[in-house]
């Protein structure tokens, strides 16, 4: 048998040591997100920032939306740590970031931070600073069909009035051809049919609440708006309204079936893709219409990055989140998918490219609406609340979970609009007291 000498052994026991350092060295992080395609493509093209800093090995946890949210207010509420990056909106950022659940979000001047979007990056920050890092936002506008509007000897002006939208969707209103005059959203949820119907209401001078936090949705001006929203779905929308969210509008407008349509910006990119569009080459954009203000007519909204105060990896998720929302990490996108594929809606630089330009015919319609949207000043009486299409308090998702159900059960005529909303103010109104607001 052959024995190692002293030295020998000192030796290999040396570069186990330092094989070990090594693999310890590689840190793991883990990121919560959602299951959209934006999302997904950042995962394939992950690949490029695991190369770029092979320290840093990136676990994923991919989730439909609802799981999502439900799983990282649990882990930042109890301060477990499983995720090291969150992907959030703009509804939990400012109420998180304010209690100190989350890092703030350190740049460099590299990463250029005056680049993202007044409105976004206000939407995303507490006290100036800023708590998550947007990965694509968007508003809502109209999409509507130029072909049918001008057959029908009608326009559709910038930022038309609801009772110009109401008189263009009665006059293509074809059923009987297969075309519905407008789409609006029905289906119940704070970001179903509440976030369309919030935006409705501001813009007929509605608040959720007045400055002393009780609920004002039996005012004159909710049962006008509601109203209004029922009456021009029952008139001029498609049958079975009460069921419809974004995908099921998208399909039919994608069939040639809505004469209008009035959503999220992000749907302009499918609208106006023959791909996937009959009607591509005959859709226009508008902004969101108004009735007695303009204030907080159409919504905001980000998928962001952050990064919970309980993370153990804080510098590792830190670099991860820069360059998951660089403008670097735009340019990868065009470079690979092409600029029709780049997520929109964060950054200045992309609206100022004219490679994005030519690919996308809607982009000087998504930027206005983005540019236009004030969290911070959103109602045009005053307001305590941050939010336009929701109001960021943690009582929210519960306020907002009853309200729509009760306005579907109006959209169905199971119930009156006065008294599906005498309904949800009760009930608005007792959630508020239990969390001790007065």
Request: hydrophobic share 40%.
């Amino acid at each position: 048998m052959k024995f190692l000498s002293r030295a020998a052994l000192v030796s290999a026991a040396t570069i186990s040591l330092g094989f070990s350092s090594l693999a310890s060295a590689v840190e793991e992080i883990t990121i919560a997100t959602v299951n959209n395609g934006h999302m997904i493509e950042m995962q394939k093209l992950s690949s490029h920032f695991e190369k770029a800093n092979p320290d840093i090995k990136l676990k994923w946890v991919t989730l439909e939306e609802g799981v999502l949210r439900q799983n990282v207010t649990q882990d930042i509420a109890n301060k477990s740590g499983l995720y090291d990056v969150m992907t959030i909106g703009m509804y939990e950022t400012p109420i998180w970031g304010k209690r100190g659940w989350l890092k703030e979000i350190k740049t460099d001047g590299s990463y250029d931070v005056d680049d993202i979007l007044p409105a976004v990056r206000k939407g995303l920050s507490v006290d100036g600073k800023l708590y998550a890092a947007p990965f694509y936002g968007e508003s809502s506008m109209i999409m509507y069909r130029k072909d049918l509007v001008e057959k029908a000897g009608m326009t559709i002006e910038d930022r038309p009035t609801w009772g110009h939208i109401r008189d263009v969707a009665a006059a293509l209103h074809k059923p009987k051809d297969g075309v519905y005059g407008i789409c609006l959203r029905g289906k119940s949820g704070w970001g179903d049919n509440m976030a369309f119907i919030s935006t409705m209401a501001n813009s007929f001078g509605a608040r959720w609440f007045d400055e002393k936090w009780k609920p004002q949705l039996t005012t004159p001006a909710w049962t006008h708006a509601v109203s209004f929203y029922v009456d021009l779905l029952k008139n001029y929308g498609p049958p079975g309204s009460s069921s419809n969210s974004f995908n099921e509008i998208l399909a039919l407008f994608n069939e040639g079936k809505c004469g209008i349509w009035i959503d999220a910006t992000i749907a302009a990119s499918f609208v106006s893709d023959p791909k996937q569009s009959k009607v591509a080459d005959k859709v226009a954009f508008a902004q969101s219409p108004v009735a007695v203000t303009d204030k907080g007519a159409n919504w905001l909204w980000a998928w962001s990055l952050a990064i919970p105060a309980a993370t153990k990896h804080a510098e590792a998720a830190q670099k991860f989140v820069t360059w998951a929302t660089s403008k670097d990490y735009i340019q990868l996108v065009a470079d690979t998918q092409g600029w029709g594929s780049v997520p929109t809606g964060t950054r200045t630089s992309t609206y100022e490219n004219p490679e994005f330009l030519k690919a996308a015919v809607f982009a000087s319609a998504e930027l206005k609406a983005i540019n236009s949207a004030n969290p911070e000043d959103n109602t045009l009486e005053p307001s305590p609340y941050i939010g336009v299409q929701f109001a960021a308090i943690p009582e929210f998702q519960a306020i907002g979970m009853a309200t729509g159900q009760m306005l579907t059960g109006a959209l169905t005529g199971s119930v009156s609009v006065e008294k599906a909303l005498q309904s949800a103010n009760v009930s608005a109104d007792r959630q508020m007291r239990q969390s001790g607001y007065y």
